[in-house]
């Protein structure tokens, strides 16, 4: 049998053997192929594959994780690094620094996961590195490295962070974010919403938030359910499907309705009905999901039919006003041309170029309709896109 199917298998006789032989025998070329069926194993399988190489490795194997290193997986970066320290301690810091210093982006990776478990005063020296490493394109690097720095509080680290916040590249903002939720600075939500609210990468900032705060905190205020706003509009373009489980949006999205339903959660839950009908009607964009996905995106659809629309949209009708953080999002399950009408008197261009969209769509978009739009918009942009509608 294939030693990776016995070592992620059922039988204690048959993985127990495998991992001990891994270590033992360094075995580089079977752990290069179990790193390689990272996406293709679920999380529990893989924790206790990471689970039967700690209970293989003793005092006198240890050393032979080390030739592991080029191989990173996040799956098992942890259990190396905490085995390397549970047996080396700070007597093999001087191998880890140089491993850190010298090494490929794989080995750093694995070495900042070992300074997670040491003691500050014992890396302090590394912190100008570190930094640096912080914003590897190489994510694990990066995420590692901002690990050991919000360990040790580092203040200056998290502070160019959140002066990336106050960038006109929008890419250095959304970096900033990451770097933020990464170092764990849940004092900083504040300006991460704000961004979020002006950034044309909404989605993908909205997506980074949950990692910050749990979705079921998140929902108690209305930022909150923006955030849940754009993640589920970015289902599945940029936040996979499995996302769903994740965020436990089923019972989200329960607790809403019957607790919660304000004309922001009106808006988030006519959205989520859209999405949900659109996920479950097309085979494609849940094809390369795993049955548990599949099964909670048509159950959270089932949850979602039996809601009332018409109850929904009379909430969500409160937002249609230039102030409103969900204008953009209610403004798509407004049927009346009255009120889209009267959102042309708004100070946003693109909120009046998106009704004009809308009013096309409906076809119901007149003459008369642009020219009011274009004498009250200045942008020269947004006036030749009325112009092409």
Known sequence: MDLIKKLTGKNPDEYEGVAKSLVDNSDVNLFAKLVKQDDFLFDFVKNNVANRIKKAVNQDNYLNLLNFLDNYSPSYDSVIAECLYNFGGIEILPAMKEIFVNGNVEKKAYALKYFSFVPREYVEELLPLIRQTAVSEFEPLSINSIEVLSKMNDEIFKTEALQKLNSEDEFEQYNGVKYLVA?????????????????????????????????????????????????????????????????????????????????????????????????????????????????????????????????????????????????????????????????????????????????????????????????????DEIKQYIDAL
């Open 183 to 379: 170092f764990k600075a849940l004092d900083t939500l504040p300006q991460i919403l704000q961004v979020m609210k002006k950034s044309s990468l909404s989605e993908n900032i909205a997506s980074e938030i949950p990692y910050l705060v749990p979705v079921e905190d998140l929902i108690k205020t209305d930022d909150g359910v923006l955030v849940l706003c754009n993640i589920v509009s970015a289902i599945p373009e940029i936040i996979p499907p499995s996302a769903v489980i994740d965020y436990n949006l089923f019972s989200i999205f329960e607790d809403l309705y019957l607790n919660n339903l304000s004309s922001s959660s009106a808006v988030l839950l006519r959205l989520a009905q859209e999405k949900f009908a659109e996920l479950t009607s097309n085979d494609e964009y849940l094809y390369d999901c795993d049955k548990n996905t599949k099964d909670e995106v048509f159950a959270i659809n089932q949850l979602l039919v039996g809601i009332d629309s018409y109850k929904l949209k009379n909430l969500l009708y409160d937002e249609l006003y230039d102030e409103s953080d969900f204008v953009f999002f209610a403004v798509d399950f407004v049927d009346e041309q009255e009120e889209l009408e009267v959102l042309l008197d708004s100070l946003n261009p693109t909120l009046i170029l998106k009704v004009l969209s809308i009013l096309k769509e409906k076809g119901k978009l007149t003459s008369e309709h642009k020219t009011s739009a274009l004498n009250t918009i200045n942008a």
